[in-house]
């Protein structure tokens, strides 16, 4: 039976990809700069004997041809890029790169997809069609590595029918996975303004433009937008992250810098909310006598589940885990990039439950101290490699 071949062969391979794990979690690189975890990723599929080409310099994608290998295409994804943190925790596999770190588990990702690599090329002769890898680097960066890909035809040729994801779940116990239909994350775009004025003395201000005044003007004002104007069924979050300005008690400073992010699950109201932050924004700055510079970075699109995949796959799962170990997971403001996937093709974005409290592995990713327990690497490879065979 296929499924207890592919358990049995995920446990088998377990500490393997656990310490596939540990090189890639002690060798991080930043979006876009992943040359050495690259390097690894061919390195690994020459020894399975799997076929791949090399993609936006640093994604690999490879092939691995089942029976009938014209009957069907599915691709399976997994990022390998890491964020610019400096790890704290205290384990033999720490971060060799001095601030960058595996902090949202792509290199759990890699690993899974590595191990999911292997079992399928050993059970090619038991399953119909194609699997397509996509080791995908800047998921973490725009313009998002998934929209270079699919510049550079990764969603060709072989098309696939359907992409399934991953992502590790620091929420969701060690164990367990979460499915969700339709839209699953959020879109994500980065707002940029500056203020300018002519500076001057702090005791003087009606001699000057008072930057600062205007841009905390500026900061509550645009909440407005996400509160008067947006249905307030649908999620949306607009965050000023960033105030830069100034550099001593008395001095008002002839220019202010905000950063921020907006975020919405409706792409109708998520480009309206953008001419929405230019208005507000000019006005308001104008009539306060300043000038502004104001530039929003479109970024990922919303991670659209597709309901026949998902259903299909989330089936497939209560199979392979039991019903009683999959859950519905929650929709999330987060974004990914895997959202440029589900506008082009049917995808299944799903998580991974990674924490165990009784080991205190209960961080949350994008910090210092997050981490896994690595029991979920066979889970997320046998998972991978039953969806890949069978969905």
Not at 127 to 147: C, D, H, M, V, Y
Not at 272 to 278: M, N, S, V, W
Request: proline share 4%.
């Amino acid at each position: 039976m296929l499924q207890e071949r592919i358990k049995s062969l995920a446990k088998r391979y377990s500490n393997e990809f656990i310490e596939v794990r540990h090189h890639i979690h002690s060798h991080p690189e930043l979006s876009y700069q992943e040359f050495q975890t690259s390097k690894f990723i061919q390195s690994k599929l020459t020894s399975f004997g799997i076929e791949f080409e090399v993609k936006a310099n640093t994604g690999v994608v490879g092939m691995i041809k089942g029976k009938n290998p014209e009957s069907r295409c599915i691709a399976l994804r997994a990022d390998i890029d890491a964020l610019p943190i400096t790890e704290e925790n205290q384990v033999d596999y720490k971060s060799k790169n001095i601030g960058v770190m595996h902090a949202c588990g792509h290199d759990v990702h890699t690993t899974i997809l590595l191990g999911a690599s292997k079992i399928l090329n050993e059970l090619k002769n038991d399953f119909e069609g194609t699997i397509k890898l996509i080791f995908q680097p800047g998921e973490e960066r725009n313009p998002g590595g998934a929209s270079l890909l699919i510049k550079e035809g990764v969603l060709e040729n072989p098309k696939p029918q359907g992409i399934i994801g991953l992502h590790v779940h620091p929420g969701l116990n060690v164990g367990k996975l979460s499915f969700r239909n339709g839209r699953v994350m959020a879109s994500a775009d980065e707002i940029y303004i500056t203020i300018k004025g002519p500076g001057g003395h702090a005791a003087a201000p009606h001699l000057t433009v008072d930057t600062l005044l205007i841009a905390s003007h500026l900061i509550i004002a645009l909440q407005q937008i996400i509160s008067r104007n947006k249905n307030p069924l649908s999620p949306s979050v607009l965050s000023i992250c960033s105030v830069q300005g100034g550099h001593t008690t008395n001095v008002i400073p002839s220019e202010v810098k905000l950063m921020g992010t907006f975020r919405a699950m409706d792409e109708q109201w998520r480009y309206r909310a953008h001419e929405l932050i230019k208005k507000t924004a000019i006005e308001l700055v104008h009539s306060m006598g300043g000038e502004i510079d104001l530039h929003i970075d479109i970024g990922y699109p919303c991670v659209d589940n597709d309901a026949v995949l998902t259903n299909r796959s989330w089936k497939l799962a209560d199979e392979y885990m039991g019903k009683e170990n999959v859950e519905e997971t929650e929709i999330r403001m987060g974004a990914e990039d895997f959202g440029y996937y589900t506008q082009q093709i049917p995808g299944c974005f799903f998580r991974l439950g990674v924490r165990n409290e009784e080991k205190g592995i209960v961080h949350q990713v994008h910090t210092p101290k997050f981490n896994i327990d690595e029991s979920a690497i066979e889970t997320g490879m046998g998972m991978m490699a039953w969806l890949g065979a069978t969905v």
